[in-house]
Nanobody
Framework: QVQLVYSGGGSVQAGGSLRLSCVAS????????VGWFRQPPGKEREFVAA????????YYADSVKGRFTISRDNAKNTVNLQMNSLKPEDTAVYYC?????????????????WGQGTRVTISS
């Protein structure tokens, strides 16, 4: 099985930056892609970004394009989410998730392993 552990998150003012990291352990050879999702207060979980584990292809939600960057360090089994120009509407609990299915996609159903979530709060 694959396990995911987070670091990062916290609170910043609008316009600031935060970096989230997700470290995978266990059967990492089975991972095809890693995605970041978020759940704003009172709303449903939504897709943020995804990256293929080996090839490095990326896929972003329109709401974060140009502001967020997803990257991976295979030597450290880590996927990072650099978040710049943060807005109050980026406030959410952020989740890292791993998929063993080929392809990249925004559907949470593609991702079978989820971390515990980390809170990000952006103040205006």
């Amino acid at each position: 099985q694959v396990q995911l552990v987070y670091s990062g998150g916290g609170s910043v003012q609008a316009g600031g930056s935060l970096r989230l990291s997700c470290v995978a352990s266990g059967r990492t050879f089975s991972i095809y892609a890693v995605g970041w999702f978020r759940q704003p207060p009172g709303k449903e979980r939504e897709f943020v970004a995804a990256i293929s584990w080996r090839g490095g292809s990326t896929y972003y939600a329109d709401s974060v394009k140009g502001r967020f960057t997803i990257s991976r360090d295979n030597a450290k089994n880590t996927v990072n989410l650099q978040m710049n120009s943060l807005k109050p509407e980026d406030t959410a609990v952020y989740y890292c998730a791993a998929s063993t299915l080929p392809g990249l996609g925004p559907s949470p159903a593609r991702y079978g392993v989820w971390g515990q979530g980390t809170r990000v709060t952006i103040s205006s």
